[in-house]
Nanobody, 117 residues
Framework: QVQLEESGGGLVQPGESLRLSCTAS???????MAWHRQAPGKERELVGS???????EYAEWAKDRFIIERENGKNTVDLHMYNLKPEDTAVYFC????????????WGQGTQVTVSP
């Protein structure tokens, strides 16, 4: 089983930046990992993914202000968020999608990001 632990959420003002971090434990293999978010009253949406190769892929809306990075050879990924807006307020979830080698999805508990003056 894979366990995911997110950190780094909090309250920021519009225009500020924030870094979230996620560590996956329970696997000796590198994993594809992803970030999702769920705003109040809305469905959960994908922010972006990062593959074992280290290449990231983003939702179209996230490309300009969000960057996902992983530490080489590790199952630790960071989500860098820039120029945050109130509409970025959401619970951000780390995820291991259904993929090799486990072929089932795993989710973290989520971390709250609030963007407010």
């Amino acid at each position: 089983q894979v366990q995911l632990e997110e950190s780094g959420g909090g309250l920021v003002q519009p225009g500020e930046s924030l870094r979230l971090s996620c560590t996956a434990s329970g696997s000796d293999k590198q994993l594809t990992m992803a970030w999702h978010r769920q705003a109040p009253g809305k469905e959960r949406e994908l922010v972006g993914s990062i593959y074992i190769s280290g290449n990231p892929e983003y939702a179209e809306w996230a490309k300009d202000r969000f960057i996902i990075e992983r530490e080489n050879g590790k199952n630790t990924v960071d989500l860098h968020m820039y120029n945050l807006k109130p509409e970025d307020t959401a619970v951000y979830f780390c995820n291991v999608p259904r993929s090799w080698p486990f072929w089932k999805a795993f989710w973290g508990q989520g971390t709250q990001v609030t963007v407010s003056p």
